[in-house]
Structure formats: structure tokens, C-alpha cells
């Protein structure tokens, strides 16, 4: 059951990334500086655009670090235009968000 659940909510979200058109890109492992171009907030998701004009799309983990001035906070504290700087782990065709650092 959990498998037709986890496939259901793949296909879904497949379905539902070609229907908004986003276009992103997959880069490499490593550490990126950006601006928050989109927040999530259900999803935990978000979308990045880096220095050198790519996009990520990020949705955080149980495990993402996300920090302000040194100090965990919480996903609501990330907004739209905000500077990041973000550490990711490539897998795949798929970016896991390892830390997310507000920079203002």
C-alpha cells in the first residue's frame, strides 16, 4: 500500500511540475548563492535563482538545515526576493537541499 501511495504522490507531482511549466535546472553537488524567485509553503518547496541564471527547485527534507545570522528558524521565515545561500546534494536527476542559509 505504501507503494501505490509513494507512486500516486510521484505521478502527481510529475503531473502537476509539467502543468505550471517551471522550467529548472540540476547542477552539480555543492554550494550555490541565489534569490528565493518562489516559496511553497505546503510543499515545503523552493524555487532558487542562482548568481549564473539556473533555477533550482528545492523541497526540504527532515533533515534540511535552514538558518538565519547562525540560528535554526523556522520554513516561514523564507520569502520571495530573499538572498540565500544553499548546499546541495544531487541525486540523480533530483537536488536534496542539505542547508539553506538566509543571508539578510
Request: hydrophobic letters at 35%.
Given at each position: ?104
Amino acid at each position: 500500500m505504501k507503494s501505490s501511495i509513494l507512486k500516486g504522490i510521484f505521478f502527481s507531482t510529475i503531473l502537476l511540475f509539467i502543468a505550471c511549466g517551471e522550467s529548472t535546472d540540476v547542477v552539480e553537488s555543492g554550494t550555490y548563492q541565489g534569490t528565493v524567485k518562489e516559496v511553497e509553503a505546503e510543499k515545503t518547496e523552493i524555487y532558487v535563482s542562482t548568481d549564473d541564471n539556473k533555477t533550482l527547485e528545492l523541497y526540504f527534507t527532515e533533515t534540511t538545515s535552514l538558518t538565519r545570522n547562525g540560528s535554526e528558524v523556522d520554513f516561514s521565515e523564507l520569502e520571495e526576493g530573499q538572498k540565500v545561500e544553499v548546499e546541495v546534494e544531487k541525486k540523480g536527476k533530483r537536488l536534496d537541499p542539505i542547508s539553506v542559509k538566509i543571508m539578510e
